[in-house]
Nanobody, 117 residues
Framework: VQLQESGPGLVKPSQTLSLTCTVSGGSITTNYYFWSWIRQPPGKGLEWIGYIAYSGNAYYSPSFKSRTSISRDNAKNTLYLQMNSLKLDDTAVYYC??????????WGQGTQVTVSS
């Protein structure tokens, strides 16, 4: 499974971030796979944002739930992250991540998002 993130790179404060994760080598509807968005701010550890399950149900970290949406397009085999009301400390590398209980973890290469006016 290969994951490829893409996004705008630079976003202004208070705007909405939209990221795409294009998946190849496997279907996003494959049973028991969970597809997460994770980020890493500069100088900090990894932060789990949320995931969308193989079933299509989405779950979010309480830290992001109020302003985040994860969705998918099965026909395009693509995942999406939308995060509203961006702040300066949303600056981070954003990763797409996939795993089933029995599988290895799959990571995208990450996409840098900088929030700046």
């Amino acid at each position: 499974v290969q994951l490829q993130e893409s996004g705008p790179g630079l976003v202004k404060p208070s705007q909405t971030l939209s990221l795409t994760c294009t998946v190849s080598g496997g279907s996003i509807t494959t049973n028991y796979y969970f597809w997460s968005w994770i980020r890493q701010p500069p100088g900090k550890g990894l932060e789990w944002i949320g995931y969308i399950a193989y079933s299509g149900n989405a779950y979010y970290s309480p830290s992001f739930k109020s302003r985040t949406s994860i969705s998918r397009d099965n026909a395009k085999n693509t995942l999406y992250l939308q995060m509203n009301s961006l702040k300066l400390d949303d600056t981070a590398v954003y990763y797409c991540y996939a795993k089933a209980p029995w599988s290895r973890a799959y990571w995208g290469q990450g996409t840098q998002v900088t929030v700046s006016s």
